[in-house]
């Protein structure tokens, strides 16, 4: 459970390493614990996808 979702942050972190992984967490108020106790459900992956935008965005050096 909650795999998607915690790649996530790992995707976050290597963007902007836990400056990135901090703000994913304030954007989808869900810790990392937490996201991999949860279901990949489409509707948290969609609230993480439009979160991961913001922070491409924000640390944009490593985007891609």
């Given at each position: ?54 922070i ?9």
């Amino acid at each position: 459970m909650g795999q998607k979702l915690y790649d996530y942050f790992l995707r976050a972190e290597k963007l902007g390493s836990s400056a990135a992984r901090m703000k994913l967490v304030m954007l989808v108020s869900i810790t990392t614990g937490q996201a991999q106790e949860l279901p990949d459900s489409p509707e948290l992956i969609k609230k993480f996808e439009t979160a991961m935008k913001k922070i491409e965005e924000s640390f944009p050096q490593k985007a891609n």
